[in-house]
């Protein structure tokens, strides 16, 4: 079946680089994703990695995605205050996707 | 700009009563989801709807009916309102290639 799984909780200095991983159950899964939630708000997307892809950067964030043991990470690089929230990995199943529990990111001076 | 909206963004109820939560996208998209948010299990499919008058059972369906009338709306309804489902319920949206979800802002629904 699907299955995400990620650790529940990270904390880091301001202006350390953050890794949040993630493993999935699904090798057919297409895309790969990593939304945020801010206290109060919905999830927004913050990238997304196709299927074949290795690596993904996006200004201060990198996604890896190591297929052979179905890992997915998210580097945050000079992690700010204004990162804290927390973090979900998904993957896509048939037409929706699965999340999972969420990475809540403490950013401490 | 195109959004997607939840009513009532908080609610408190009693148990036993019949409550709906309403979700309406400007994206024209064909694709609806409900979840539900709680600590420690993250997001959990509650229903789901392809288009209109299309309507799918998610992993944790029990409890929560939705109907599909348009495009735009897709109301979740809690027929007999129980405490365990007291959460967030976060509504999304997407086009039919189903690649990337928009979501509503939430709805914080207590069963007292």
């Known amino acids: 079946g699907e299955d995400v799984e990620q650790s529940l909780f990270l904390s880091v200095r301001e202006g350390d680089s953050s890794v949040i991983n993630c493993t999935y159950t699904?090798?057919?899964?297409?895309?790969l994703y990593w939304y945020k939630q801010e206290p109060g708000a919905g999830l927004q997307l913050l990238t997304y990695?196709?299927?074949?892809?290795d690596m993904k950067q996006d200004q201060r964030l990198t996604v890896l995605l190591n297929k052979k043991d179905k890992h997915l990470s998210l580097r945050i690089a000079d992690t700010q205050t204004g990162d804290s929230a927390i973090y979900f990995c998904?993957?896509?199943?048939?037409?929706?996707?699965?999340f999972g529990a969420g990475t809540r990111l403490a950013v401490h001076p | 700009d195109a959004e997607i909206t939840q009513s009532p963004r908080h609610k408190i109820t009693e148990t036993g009563r019949q409550v709906t939560l309403a979700c309406h996208q400007t994206?024209?998209?064909?694709?609806m989801f409900w979840y539900r948010q709680d600590l420690g299990h993250g997001l959990r499919l509650i229903h789901y709807?392809?288009?209109?008058?299309?309507?799918n059972k998610g992993e944790v369906s029990d409890g929560y009916s939705v109907s599909r009338s348009n495009t735009e709306d897709l109301p979740l309804t809690l027929e007999s309102a129980a405490s365990s489902q007291t959460s967030v319920y976060f509504c999304?949206?997407?086009?039919?290639?189903?690649?990337?979800?928009?979501f509503g802002a939430g709805s914080r629904l207590t069963v007292l």
């Open positions: 998904a993957e896509r199943g048939y037409n929706k996707l699965i």
């Open positions: 709807s392809y288009g209109v008058h299309d309507t």
């Open positions: 999304a949206s997407s086009e039919s290639t189903g690649n990337v979800l928009t």
């Open positions: 994206w024209n998209h064909n694709n």
């Open positions: 699904d090798s057919s899964s297409t895309y």
């Open positions: 990695i196709f299927s074949n892809m």
